[in-house]
T-cell receptor
Framework: EAGVAQSPRYKIIEKRQSVAFWCNPI?????LYWYQQILGQGPKLLIQ????????DSQLPKDRFSAERLKGVDSTLKIQPAKLEDSAVYLC???????????????FGEGSRLTVL | KNQVEQSPQSLIILEGKNCTLQ??????????LRWYKQDTGRGPVSLTI?????NTKSNGRYTATLDADTKQSSLHITASQLSDSASYIC???????????FGTGTRLQVFP
C-alpha cells in the first residue's frame, strides 16, 4: 500500500515570497491533516479535513496560510507571504476513519521542509 | 492546562544497551497515549497506542508502560540498534475530542 505522498521535500524561499505544498493521502482515506513541526518541537495541527470539508482550522494563521482539498482527495497548503518563523517541516497525515476514530490509525507523510531566508 | 512533557530531551547510548524514555502528561480527560518514532527527515511512525486500561504493551524491542493514576508513560528499548537513532514523540488524546497533544520528543542517538 502506498503511503502519504508529499512534495516538494525541500523548499528554500525568501521572506515575503509564497510557497505551496502538496499532499496525496493514502487511497480511500477520508480524513486529512496538515501539521507544522518547528525544529525541536512536536507537530502542531494547522487544519483538518474530512473529505473536502474543513473540520478544524482554529490554529491556522489565516492571514497568510490557506489550504484546500477540493475533490476530497489530495490537498494543497499555501503560505503567502512567508515569514522567517514559518521555517518548519510541514507534515501531512491521513486516516481511513472519520470523527474520533480517525485518530486511531493516523499515517504521516515524509514532510516538506521549508526554509525562509 | 493540557500538556505533554518528555524527558530526557536527548540521550546517547551505546549499541546493545537498554534505555527508557519518559512521558508525563496533564491531559484530562484522558483517552489514549501513543508513542511515535520519527527518523531524521521522515514523518512520524506509530509504535504503540495505549488506552486507560492497558499497563504494558510491547512491539518487538519496544515496550511501553502506562500508569494512568500518576499520568506517566515510559518507552523502554531493549538491546538498542543503530537504527533506533531517532526522535521519539509521546502523544496524548483528550477523551471525547479529536485533539492530539504532542510532546516535544526525546532525541535518541545510538553509537556503535
Amino acid at each position: 500500500e502506498a503511503g502519504v505522498a508529499q512534495s516538494p521535500r525541500y523548499k528554500i524561499i525568501e521572506k515575503r515570497q509564497s510557497v505551496a505544498f502538496w499532499c496525496n493521502p493514502i487511497s480511500g482515506h477520508a480524513t486529512l491533516y496538515w501539521y507544522q513541526q518547528i525544529l525541536g518541537q512536536g507537530p502542531k495541527l494547522l487544519i483538518q479535513f474530512q473529505n473536502n470539508g474543513v473540520v478544524d482550522d482554529s490554529q491556522l494563521p489565516k492571514d497568510r496560510f490557506s489550504a484546500e482539498r477540493l475533490k476530497g482527495v489530495d490537498s494543497t497548503l499555501k503560505i503567502q507571504p512567508a515569514k522567517l518563523e514559518d521555517s518548519a517541516v510541514y507534515l501531512c497525515a491521513s486516516s481511513s476513519s472519520t470523527g474520533l476514530a480517525a485518530l486511531q490509525f493516523l499515517f504521516f507523510g515524509e514532510g516538506s521542509r521549508l526554509t525562509v531566508l | 492546562k493540557n500538556q505533554v512533557e518528555q524527558s530526557p530531551q536527548s540521550l546517547i547510548i551505546l549499541e546493545g544497551k537498554n534505555c527508557t524514555l519518559q512521558c508525563n502528561y496533564t491531559v484530562s480527560p484522558f483517552s489514549n497515549l501513543r508513542w511515535y518514532k520519527q527518523d531524521t527527515g521522515r514523518g512520524p511512525v506509530s509504535l504503540t497506542i495505549m488506552t486507560f486500561s492497558e499497563n504494558t504493551k510491547s512491539n518487538g524491542r519496544y515496550t511501553a508502560t502506562l500508569d494512568a493514576d500518576t499520568k506517566q508513560s515510559s518507552l523502554h528499548i531493549t538491546a538498542s540498534q543503530l537504527s533506533d537513532s531517532a526522535s521519539y514523540i509521546c502523544v496524548v488524546r483528550r477523551d471525547n475530542t479529536d485533539k492530539l497533544i504532542f510532546g516535544t520528543g526525546t532525541r535518541l542517538q545510538v553509537f556503535p
